[in-house]
């Protein structure tokens, strides 16, 4: 279960926990401040979930008005899904509106490896490099494809997996 916090902005009021939207939108209708007045800012903080969804909100920038997209999106997308956004908007800082963008769209290309010598490493293996001939594959430089790759090619860490990742 995912677990958030609705700090008001209000420092007279005190806030609560949530784990839906319905849950948010109730509490949040409800809460008086100590003067009787409602309470109508929230910062919204994550406090216990998932790792890939705690990067998510990280990512998604968690705010009262796009916290029912951020319920939807953790629901609806899968880990890869989460992963592509997670990487494209809080890495490579591209911007995303939920519902009108496509996730599968964003420009970057993300590949399951920790580092970049298994990138070159792979990318030999793909035959990116054209048919090697075994007798010269000793020869190969991959310490030297590994420091080329760096060039476009960045290394992150999300929930716990090493990913090598390229912005479009």
């Known amino acids: ?25 109730d509490k949040a209708a409800k809460l008086k401040n100590a003067h009787g007045d409602s309470v109508e800012e929230f910062e919204i903080e994550f406090i216990d979930g998932e790792a890939i969804d705690a990067a998510l909100a990280k990512a998604w920038g968690l705010y009262q008005s796009n916290i029912h997209e951020f319920f939807e999106a953790c629901e609806k997308w899968e880990e890869h899904e989460k992963i592509r956004f997670i990487i494209a908007v809080g890495e490579c800082g591209y911007s995303f509106e939920y519902g009108k963008d496509d996730i599968d769209l964003l420009d970057v290309d993300i590949y399951g490896c920790a580092t970049l010598r298994e990138l070159a490493e792979q990318f030999i293996d793909d035959g990116l490099f054209g048919d090697i001939p075994p007798h010269l594959e000793n020869y190969i430089d ?27």
């Open 1 to 25: 279960m995912t677990m958030f916090f609705a700090n008001p902005y209000d420092i007279s009021a005190i806030g609560f926990y949530f784990d839906n939207v319905e849950t948010y939108k």
């Open 142 to 168: 991959i310490d030297a494809m590994a420091h080329d790759l760096s060039f476009d090619y960045t290394q992150t860490e999300v929930a716990g997996e090493s990913f090598v990742y390229r912005c479009g």
